[in-house]
């Protein structure tokens, strides 16, 4: 199976493999365990080529093996966020306050998701990293 | 509204247990995701950026309390307590579980709903004028056709797997509330001079890459001759679309490469061929569908009695006890009649549009209390029907006008009576970035920056109907290139870059768009909405609409506005 690997710079970047969970369908991270986590934080963080090897070999036989679907690798920071936008809102959930008075946000837990937003927006439309 | 026969019902059953067992296969691992995915989007299921997504159809966007009821439930039993209404009168729950989604359909069943055909190249829900059947300005009421084209396009063997995906619009009235300018194919129903119903078919409009506006392809077509004709149309279609190239593979294109008379002379060829017999008796059919349709008993309210609503001031009185006309309470109720409120047919009654564009709310978006409230109002003031708009409203369609001093405090007591119907605030927002995976920037955070920038100009100016729309995208599902202000979302370098076009409209005077110049930051979306704003309540002359001024005066000034020296615009 070809997997995904949308990091833009293979050699200078690290990444998260991420994916969606077959039955719930949320968005998964791969663990140093070889486990899938909805907690970004619990995520691999992979350094290297021979990492990121076999980490989407992993990634293959899970969903193969029907646990997984969609999984690839994405550049990360060191601590394992996400550098592309689209990345940054499918670990932080939906940037707006879709349920007000309760969050599911993922990466703020207890904030309201518009907090994670604020984040997103300061990361990438200010600076325009990326 | 349409109440299912054995027929569709058994039908609506049988398509709920075929797909558990597909589930079930995916699950355990007997079929893969590249076989699972074509199933799993013929009942509209989709896997978008956070979760799974359903999309549910609402037929010609009518639904009754009891299905309303039962989308509030499944918001709160499989989903996260809400649901997302959208420009095709459908709903979307953001998040269930693939292993709820039978469940979910069964109770969908249970309640003569489904999703089959809101996703993948097929025919997709047809839509039509939100206030069809009580429009005062209705000629032919489109819901009995709209159902037959329902029933004809759905599971249709011939055309199940066509280039694209393919739209129906209807509509009844001069009035075009249905936008059919920019569908694949829309249908305007007229009283003939013999009271019988003849149909103009434009064809080849849409939006997306490349929007078009539809051409009258044929015109006065009777109603025996229309499922033929339609039923030739899809067949050259079906043979001729691109399939290439799925940028290229929607009718419009085919249209445009074939050319208007060629493709009429195909069709009519193609037409001559039909075995007409096969769709008799079409009128009698109408009238047993028809027939299925519950009609409210109204109330007859004699001609020489005119029932006006409640007074503001009246409201006020029993409210605060104030008879204070300006006092907010009035004022909140009397901007609450003159925006929310259209005409009704019938003598006594009116139309409610309850706005979902609350400030700083998401465009579209209803809890399951909310929905639970609408049903509620609508059985107790509405004869328990409700209505969608395609511009992500909701719509109490057959309220006594003596009722509406009720009705309003109702929906303000659930902070539902936001007074904006086709004010600028009332934003066609589609999910962008922020669910959708095919998203190049989000688009509801905008929404919600505008609509609070622009709220107080509305309140303190006549500005009057004018449409905002924003997509996310260029497959433009918030229709943006026919908003008289219309907004795309790109991603330029990683960072959203969102362009503008003016001038466009979606009535029967469908225009596209132009496009302004190079896209603004998001952070500088809402002044130049602003600003354009301003640009069109200084120029506009009498009761000229938006377009009517853009046409005048053309987009110098308006684009001054946006790039102008005085703006720092930072980008590229
Ligand atoms: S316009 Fe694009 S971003 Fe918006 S809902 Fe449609 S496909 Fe998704």
Redo the contacts between chains.
């Keep these: 199976m070809t997997m995904k690997n949308n990091r833009e710079n293979d050699d200078k970047r690290m990444g998260i493999i991420i994916a969606n969970d077959l039955r719930s369908g949320l968005t998964v991270f791969l663990t140093v365990a070889g486990e899938w986590t909805e907690q970004l934080s619990e995520a691999m963080v992979v350094v290297d080529e021979i990492g990121a090897s076999d980490a989407l070999s992993i990634a293959a036989k899970d969903e193969a093996d029907n646990i997984v679907t969609g999984a690839y690798l994405t550049d990360s920071s060191e601590s394992g966020e996400p550098i592309v936008l689209r990345e940054a809102l499918r670990v932080c959930g939906p940037s707006v306050d879709y349920q007000p008075g309760r969050s599911y946000s993922k990466c703020h837990p207890g904030l309201p998701s518009r907090s994670a937003a604020c984040q997103v927006e300061l990361a990438y439309s200010v600076s325009g990293e990326a | 509204m349409y109440q299912y026969d054995q027929h569709d019902q058994k039908l609506v059953d049988q398509r709920s247990q075929e797909f558990r067992q597909q589930v079930s296969r ?4 007997l079929i893969s ?1 590249d076989e699972f995915k074509p199933l799993r989007l013929m009942n509209g299921l989709y ?1 978008q ?4 997504m359903l999309r549910v159809a609402i037929p010609y966007g009518v639904l009754s309390s009891a299905q309303m009821r039962k989308l509030a439930y499944i918001a709160d039993r499989y989903d ?3 649901g997302h209404f959208t420009t095709r009168q459908n709903i979307q729950f ?6 709820d989604t039978p469940d979910i359909l069964d109770e969908l069943a249970s309640i003569q709903m489904h999703a089959i055909q809101t996703s993948g190249n097929c025919i997709r829900n047809i839509t039509t004028d939100p206030f069809a059947g009580v429009a005062a300005d209705e000629e032919v009421d489109p819901r009995p056709l709209a159902e037959l084209l329902r029933q004809w396009s759905t599971l249709h063997p011939e055309f199940r797997y066509l280039p694209r995906k393919f739209k129906f619009a209807i509509t009844g009235s001069a009035n075009d509330r249905a936008a059919i300018k920019v569908h694949d194919i829309g249908l305007r129903l007229k009283s003939g001079a013999d009271g019988k119903v003849l149909v103009d078919i434009w064809l080849g409009g849409g939006q997306g890459r490349t929007p078009k506006i539809a051409q009258l392809f044929r015109e006065n077509v009777s109603i025996t001759e229309l499922l033929p004709y339609l039923e030739a149309t899809m067949r050259v279609y079906n043979r001729y679309g691109r399939r290439d190239n799925k940028y290229k593979a929607r009718i419009k294109i085919l249209l445009a490469e074939v050319g208007l008379a060629e493709l009429q002379a195909e069709v009519e060829e193609v037409f001559s061929k039909i075995d007409k017999s096969r769709f008799e008796p079409v009128e009698a059919e109408l009238s047993r569908l028809d027939s299925r349709f519950i009609k409210p008993l109204y109330h007859e309210i004699p001609e020489d009695e005119n029932p006006e609503p409640d007074e503001p001031a009246n409201l006020a009185v029993s409210l605060t006890g104030t008879s204070d006309l300006n006092a907010p309470v009035a004022h909140e109720y009397n901007r609450w009649l003159e925006r929310n409120v259209k005409q009704h047919k019938q003598h006594g009654y009116a139309i409610v549009v309850v706005s979902l564009k609350r400030i700083e709310g ?1 465009p579209g ?1 209803a ?1 399951a209390d909310e929905m639970r409230e609408f049903a509620s109002i609508a059985d107790d003031y509405s004869h328990s029907e409700l209505r969608v708009t395609h511009r992500q409203n909701v719509v109490l369609p057959h309220v006594k006008q003596t009722d509406l001093a009720s009705v309003w405090q109702r929906l303000s007591d659930a902070n539902l009576a936001t007074s904006n119907i086709d004010l600028p605030s009332d934003i066609i927002a589609c999910p962008g ?3 959708c995976a095919l ?1 190049t920037a ?1 688009s ?2 905008v929404a ?1 920056e505008i609509a609070a920038h622009i709220r107080a100009k509305e309140k303190v100016t006549s500005v009057g109907d004018l449409s905002v729309n924003i997509s996310g995208c260029i497959n433009a599902c918030a229709h943006h290139h026919v908003a008289n202000i219309g907004i795309l979302g790109l ?1 330029r ?4 870059n969102y362009q503008i076009t003016l001038g466009g409209r979606s009535d029967e005077n469908a225009r596209i768009g132009e496009r302004m110049g190079r896209g603004l ?3 500088e979306i809402a002044p130049a909405v602003d600003r354009i704003i301003d640009v069109y309540l200084d120029k506009r002359q009498l009761t000229e609409t938006f377009s009517d001024t853009y046409q005048r005066i053309g987009k110098a000034a308006f684009k001054d506005s946006i790039y102008g020296d005085d703006h720092a615009i930072q980008t590229a």
Aim: proline content about 5%.
């Design positions: 995916r699950l355990s691992g995701e896997l950026l956070h979760a799974y996260r307590g809400y953001n998040w269930p579980a693939l292993v998401i978006d809890s970035m922020d669910y998203a989000r509801i955070p919600q991603d370098g990683g960072v959203e930051l998001a952070s």
